[in-house]
């Protein structure tokens, strides 16, 4: 469990196969309602895994838990070493090789940081290569509730480049780093000066933020093919 309501699985395909992903992209996990009816629900790639040297084993992904949710039903009754039905991968919420912006601005909530979490040696081989900056803004509600912070701030630690600012809504953390906010993620943008000339930013997670950071960046003028969006929603 990542979070009080957030639980991390990891799955193999079961042909032995490495899954070809783009960090962004997400698979469908396929099952059937208790009447029979066919439904899927879709989960972004939370694996971590350099992709330029081919692609990697693990399916990772990060579950919300919602109380009774047949998806939460599915997963709750899971033991090791059984299947689930999925297809894959889908989606275009990826960084893109001819981008050549100077920063990137990341912005998400819940589980809408998790392709943030598979987009590290992506960010990291592009800091090195192309001096790019990185500012992951995560909105959560309470420090149990910030999934794979530590993976975050471990990275912005050792990479003078990356700055992990997370925004608490309801609760600071004791002892909080430098770097954490209180409120709202998309009332921290202004700080840190959204440019039209050299930023490009990404979006994800709760609907309400997206389209709240949406019209805060419009308003510092980013061009609107700058600003890429992926909206969560909890299914049932």
């Known amino acids: 469990m990542l979070a009080p309501s957030v639980r991390h699985l990891v799955f193999a395909r079961d042909d032995g196969q490495p899954l070809d992903f783009n960090p ?89 940081v998790t392709p943030y979490r598979a987009m590290l040696p992506q960010l990291e081989a592009l800091m090195r290569d192309r001096g790019v900056e990185v500012v992951l803004l995560f909105g959560a509600r309470t420090p149990e509730e910030l999934i794979y912070g530590e993976d975050f701030r471990t990275f912005a630690d050792r990479h003078a480049n990356f700055r992990f600012v997370p925004c608490f809504s309801r609760e600071l953390p004791e002892n909080a780093h430098p770097d954490v906010r209180r409120g709202y993620v998309q009332d921290a943008l202004a700080e840190f000066a959204p440019q039209a000339e050299g930023d490009i930013a990404y979006l994800c997670g709760n609907p309400n933020m997206v389209d709240a950071a949406f019209e805060a960046l419009k308003g510092h003028g980013l061009p609107i093919p700058h600003i890429r969006r992926e909206k969560y929603v909890s299914s049932k």
Not at 100 to 107: M, T
């Open 24 to 112: 962004g992209q997400f698979i469908q996990v396929h099952f059937n309602y208790p009447d029979g009816t066919a439904t899927k629900r879709s989960y972004s790639l939370a694996t971590v895994h350099d992709h330029a040297l081919g692609p990697g084993e693990a399916v990772e992904i990060a579950v919300s838990y919602v109380p009774g949710g047949a998806a939460t039903a599915l997963f709750t009754a899971l033991d090791e070493g059984q299947q689930i039905q999925a297809s894959g991968p889908y989606g275009r919420f990826c960084l893109m090789p001819n981008d050549a912006n100077k920063r990137y601005l990341l912005i998400g909530t819940g589980t809408g």
